[in-house]
């Protein structure tokens, strides 16, 4: 088949836009080899098992999935009832960029809750959601669904999450954690990824595979067993469950192989920061968010954010305000950083 695309052409759009990591590849290779169970009775899928218990806690219980938006709806649905509310950022995922699903697909209603940099906290919470507990007239929070890093790239530290599940839990909540790039955030923090979910009180979590460098493969990660309800179905119900399970879970094991998740992730992160460096110097460029992960959000001139469009892939994040935001990836090079922001200065020159 002829090459369809530039493989040295990469942009800074969507760490989505990233290829696949060569271990990944490799893994998914190994696990076509043969026969295997479907549905999960399969090796890989016990190992994937055994693994996540090494790295969250002997209660932790792994459902791999296809996609965040799907990891989040069988998370979220498997802790909550029909009257159910979810508390979140404004600027959460779960709210802004999936399509309603928690809502038409999980039937739950999202209490937003203004936030600064995308971040929760109690204060804030309590500002925005009233108490009504037992209110009949009014949708009962249940679950307090955070993302980790945010919209924002902006990252909660492990007393900040603490916080939060503690607040959630004094009013017989649960917390949620969002980890669509849950990896940068350890990466970021130099933590493991239990110090900052089963430490610090997480109840479940979606775990994100693909913006690490998998091939369309996501995972719900059931912390607290006592509080999720029939996963496995709500799985199924929401069309979630992959045959073929072996080549999704493959995909986790090389990706939590050693510590090639924070390696990966903190490589991003590092050519974000590298990026906001570079950019930041420009006149006319003005950094707007913290850069604690691999985004980077920048304000410059519309026509200019135009033109660079056309020869490097990347969104306006705010189109009133002309706010764009530029992604990093496992994949991005110095080199692509250096060149971009060389774009930039001559577009602004």
Request: proline share 3%; charged share 20%; glycine share 8%.
């Amino acid at each position: 088949m002829a090459r369809l695309h530039d493989p040295e052409h990469r942009g800074f759009a969507s760490d989505n836009y990233a290829g696949v990591l060569p271990e990944v590849l490799e893994a998914v290779a190994e696990a076509n080899l043969g026969h295997q169970g479907a549905y999960g009775a399969d090796a890989y899928t016990a190992a994937l098992a055994e693994r996540v218990r090494e790295l969250f806690g002997e209660a932790a219980q792994a459902y791999p999935v296809f996609n965040g938006t799907g990891a989040n709806v069988v998370a979220l649905s498997a802790v909550s009832d029909r009257f159910s509310a979810v508390v979140c950022a404004d600027t959460g995922h779960i709210h802004v960029d999936e399509g309603g699903a928690p809502e038409k697909v999980a039937g739950l209603k999202l209490f937003v809750v203004p936030t600064a940099g995308g971040k929760l906290t109690p204060e804030a919470i309590a500002a925005a959601v009233p108490d009504r507990a037992g209110d009949e007239h009014w949708a009962q929070p249940r679950v307090l669904s955070v993302a980790q890093s945010t919209e924002l790239g902006t990252v909660y530290t492990p007393d900040e999450l603490r916080a939060l599940a503690e607040y959630a839990h004094e009013r017989d909540w649960l917390l949620h954690i969002d980890g669509s790039r849950l990896a940068n955030a350890a990466a970021s923090l130099g933590t493991s990824l239990r110090a900052i979910t089963t430490d610090v009180g997480a109840d479940v979590v979606s775990v994100g595979g693909t913006k690490s460098g998998l091939l369309g493969a996501e995972l719900v990660l059931v912390l607290n067993p006592g509080a999720a309800r029939g996963t496995a179905y709500v799985r199924k119900l929401s069309m979630q469950l992959a045959s073929k399970q072996r080549f999704l879970a493959a995909q986790f094991l090389a990706l939590f192989e050693g510590d090639r998740y924070l390696r990966v992730a903190g490589h991003a992160n590092a050519m974000a920061r590298l990026l906001a460096e570079l950019v930041g110097a420009i006149d006319g460029v003005t950094i707007t968010q913290s850069v604690q992960s691999n985004a980077v959000f920048a304000e410059l001139p519309r026509a200019a954010s135009e033109r660079l469009m056309d020869r490097v892939p990347f969104y306006f994040w705010d189109e009133i305000r002309g706010e764009v935001r530029w992604m990093c990836a496992w994949d991005t090079t110095e080199a692509d950083v250096r060149s971009f922001a060389d774009l930039v200065r001559a577009e602004l020159a």
